[in-house]
């Protein structure tokens, strides 16, 4: 059975106090579902959120990080830095970081590398922009982000990978794919892991689906059957909706 998990990406929002009333607020929630959850707050928090959900179902997961080890590289946090305070799991390819900090395909190649070779879980992102699905191209980019970045694993790699579909549209814009759109691109990546690596590692993949997932579209989206949960921003940021949205399953 594959993993449904719900994953909060708190993106640039939240200090200290909000970080520390945020997870008071979650730690009253109850789940209901057998949903992984998952946040991801911004680096200066992550410790002391890892510290502070430790006896609760919540991890607490990263947003990036760089392919090095250590070195010069100003401002940047490794895989080995994340791992030396607990966290097992990163976000990479974020569509922000693809748009905003040039991620290229081939450094996301990298940064795999250095997350799977520190026994980290990585939920790898990608998506297509509204240009590309106005040309029919979606499944096309898609298909190319994935190739690029995580074919030259092996098959044993993907029990620590998890997809993250995303279409730069629907991403904060309130947009959302519907859950049909949702299921057709995410049957397409299944079928693309299939013809590289067989049904068996394709069918335990767990893709998620990220865009504008609110209380009020989750259970809809989540009912379908390729779609294994969400990656979550605007909505994650409130207690209860994110939990709203992990129990619609
Ligand atoms: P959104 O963000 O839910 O605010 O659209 C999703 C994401 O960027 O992961």
Redesign the pocket.
């Known amino acids: 059975m594959r993993k449904q998990i719900v994953a909060g990406?708190w993106?640039m929002n939240n200090g200290l106090i909000q970080t520390e009333s945020l997870i008071a607020d979650l730690k009253r929630q109850t789940k209901v579902s057998n949903a992984e959850v998952m946040i991801a707050p911004t680096y200066t928090n992550l410790w002391h959120a890892f510290q502070s959900t430790k006896q609760t179902e919540i991890e607490v997961i990263a947003q990036n990080m760089h392919y090095a080890e250590n070195g010069a590289y100003t401002g940047e946090i490794s895989a080995g830095m994340l791992k030396s305070i607990g966290i097992q799991t990163v976000i990479l390819g974020?569509?922000?970081r693809r748009a905003y900090f040039n991620e290229t395909d081939e450094a996301l190649a990298k940064k795999v590398d250095a997350a799977l070779a520190h026994d980290m879980r990585v939920i790898f992102?990608f998506g297509e922009e509204l240009s590309d699905r106005k040309a029919g191209n979606e499944q096309a980019v898609v298909e190319s982000q994935i190739k690029n970045a995580l074919f030259h694993l092996n098959d044993a790699a993907y029990k620590d990978i998890i997809l993250?579909y995303?279409p730069v549209w629907?991403?904060?814009?309130g947009e959302t794919a519907t859950p049909e759109q949702a299921q057709e691109m995410h049957a397409f990546i299944r079928k693309t892991l299939a013809q590289k690596y067989g049904n068996e590692t394709a069918e335990s993949v767990s893709i998620l689906y990220?865009?504008?997932?609110?209380p009020n579209n989750a259970r809809e989206i989540f009912s379908k059957p390729d779609v294994d949960g969400g990656?979550?921003?605007?909505?994650?940021l409130k207690a209860e909706d994110f939990f709203a949205i992990v129990n619609s399953f």
């Open positions: 990406n993106k974020h569509s922000e992102c993250a995303e629907a991403i904060g814009t990220g865009g504008s997932v609110k990656l979550i921003g605007g909505a994650s």
